[in-house]
């Protein structure tokens, strides 16, 4: 059974710092990509960042370019977002979500408008609140 559990949300205040971790089980993580998706109150669900587990590339939306690091931890199936400098507009539920066949490498990943990028992600965790106060 695939199953994808994301940690670490919480209430941070403007500027401050949290790490999100998402736990994967239950498939080969070979050639995957695992995606970090956010939800703000009233707005449509927003895919923030992936990483490749093929050849580690990245991908950032703009949002969060320079503030957020994604990475993996191979040995223990782990990714994690690091989030810095947080903004009261990162205010949202984070997801994690699971890629088992990716069409692009994350690095070469550049969103479309008009096509709904979580049709690609077969499998999903739970999300995890993230507050921030201003």
């Known amino acids: 059974e695939v199953q994808l559990q994301a940690s670490g949300g919480g209430l941070v205040q403007s500027g401050g710092s949290l790490t999100l971790s998402c736990a994967a089980s239950g498939f080969p993580l070979d050639d995957v990509a695992i995606g970090w998706f956010r939800q703000a109150p009233g707005k449509e669900r927003e895919k923030i960042s992936c990483i490749s587990f093929g050849d580690n590339s990245v991908y950032y939306a703009d949002s969060v370019k320079g503030r957020f690091t994604i990475s993996r931890d191979n040995a223990e199936n782990f990714v994690y977002l690091q989030m810095s400098n947080l903004k009261p507009e990162d205010t949202a539920v984070y997801f994690c979500?699971?890629?088992?066949?990716?069409?692009?490498?994350?690095?070469?990943?550049?969103?479309?408008?008009?096509?709904?990028?979580?049709?690609?992600?077969?499998?999903w965790g739970r999300g995890t609140l993230v507050t921030v106060s201003s």
């Open positions: 979500a699971l890629d088992t066949a990716p069409v692009v490498e994350c690095g070469l990943y550049t969103p479309v408008d008009g096509y709904n990028i979580e049709y690609e992600y077969s499998y």
